[in-house]
């Protein structure tokens, strides 16, 4: 029973990953035009498709910010290791436990495809109307925007507790 309760789990995780990059994906590479009076008005997405793009993209920046507060409050966890800079540890550090790997792949997983939103709204030349793009690119790429100073603020913290 433990063994397919595993399988599920990753069968859901998996399932969940792979949905998340089809939408950002789709978003960037696939948007539906809505045409009216032979001209197109807008570009979109299917809803329930962007409802889980998005809906998943929150669950990955939660996970960015506990991968972050995991490095504040615990600096030696083999975790805080992925986010910080190499630092000098005068003992052998734990190793990285799957939970971990996982946090780590979603992590890098969320912030490229942020990344690629980011790059798709600027060849867009950063507009925000969704004549051009769909509106997700946009509001991924002000995400990205919003992690890199939250980022700059954690390693502004760090750098002067130290």
């Known amino acids: 029973m433990k063994n397919l309760t595993a399988l599920i789990g990753w069968l859901l995780l998996f399932t969940g990953l792979a949905l998340y990059l089809y939408g950002i994906a789709f978003a960037i590479f696939f948007p539906i035009e809505v045409i009216e009076a032979g001209k197109p008005t807008a570009v979109r997405m299917p809803e329930a498709l962007e409802t889980l793009t998005t809906g998943i993209g929150a669950i990955l920046l939660t996970n960015l910010g506990a ?17 910080l800079a190499p630092q000098q540890i005068p003992e052998i550090p734990e190793p990285m436990t799957r ?24 060849a867009a030349t950063f507009k925000e109307k969704p004549d051009p793009i769909v509106t997700l ?24 507790k130290n």
């Open 67 to 83: 991968v972050l507060g995991i490095s504040i409050t615990r600096p030696a966890a083999a975790l805080a290791r992925v986010a």
């Open 99 to 122: 939970r971990e790997l996982i946090q780590a792949a979603a992590v890098l997983i969320y912030i490229i495809s942020l990344v690629a939103c980011a790059i798709a709204w600027a």
């Open 137 to 160: 690119i946009p509001q991924y790429g002000k995400t990205l925007i919003g992690v890199i100073t939250a980022y700059l603020a954690f390693v502004l913290a760090i750098n002067a």
